[in-house]
T-cell receptor
Framework: GNSVTQMEGPVTLSEEAFLTINCTYT??????LFWYVQYPGEGLQLLLK?????DKGSNKGFEATYRKETTSFHLEKGSVQVSDSAVYFC????????????FGAGTRLFVKA | DVKVTQSSRYLVKRTGEKVFLECVQD?????MFWYRQDPGLGLRLIYF???????EKGDIPEGYSVSREKKERFSLILESASTNQTSMYLC?????????????FGPGTRLTVT
């Protein structure tokens, strides 16, 4: 079946450090891939997405590249800020019709000043 | 500014009570969803609806029901609340079309069943 696996947290970094949050997926067909972010006390909001192999999604300094050969969609940012502290969810929408999105377990990021 | 609102941010109920969680979206979206969020498990889909009066079971529908009488409103009902339903409940909506469309989430309702 379809599934998403992302690295366990929490991840703790100092401000301006490089961030990588790993995400791998299992899916039939050609899924669309997403990263959502949940700031404290809020619902999830879309951070970036990629809809086909080799696409790169980017937003607010974050990037992720859809790698079909490694079934991965790792999230990266070159220099994190305290305001990036949040929970990050990797997700896929499988190419099987319907409206279901499969979410990973989430990775909590703490950024220290 | 697009918006999904949920009736309560925090709710405390007793075992056996009937609980209603309300969700309203102002984006004229066809699809609406209810998830529960638990540490280490991420988001799990309870029910979704792709049109008024239509509903589909998600991955964990047991102990829940839903109602969608109007396009903008999607209600989650716990018929007889139990302690294992203590969780964060998130509502979301998306436009018709399914693929490639992001979901818009409400702020969540943290439900405690004692």
């Amino acid at each position: 079946g379809n599934s998403v696996t992302q690295m366990e947290g929490p991840v703790t970094l100092s401000e301006e450090a490089f961030l990588t949050i790993n995400c791998t997926y299992t899916a039939t067909g050609y899924p669309s891939l997403f990263w959502y972010v949940q700031y404290p006390g809020e619902g999830l909001q879309l951070l970036l997405k990629a809809t086909k192999a080799d696409d790169k999604g980017s937003n607010k300094g974050f990037e992720a590249t859809y790698r079909k050969e490694t079934t991965s969609f790792h999230l990266e940012k070159g220099s994190v800020q305290v305001s990036d502290s949040a929970v990050y969810f990797c997700a896929l929408e499988a190419d099987t019709g319907g409206f279901k999105t499969i979410f990973g377990a989430g990775t909590r990021l703490f950024v220290k000043a | 500014d697009v918006k999904v609102t949920q009736s309560s941010r925090y709710l405390v109920k007793r075992t056996g009570e009937k609980v209603f969680l309300e969700c309203v979206q102002d984006m004229d979206h066809e699809n609406m969803f209810w998830y529960r969020q638990d540490p280490g498990l991420g988001l799990r889909l309870i029910y979704f609806s792709y049109d008024v009066k239509m509903k589909e079971k998600g991955d964990i529908p047991e102990g829940y029901s839903v109602s969608r009488e109007k396009k903008e409103r999607f209600s989650l009902i716990l018929e007889s609340a139990s302690t294992n339903q203590t969780s964060m409940y998130l509502c979301a909506s998306s436009p018709r079309g399914g693929r490639f469309y992001e979901q818009y989430f409400g702020p969540g309702t943290r439900l405690t069943v004692t």
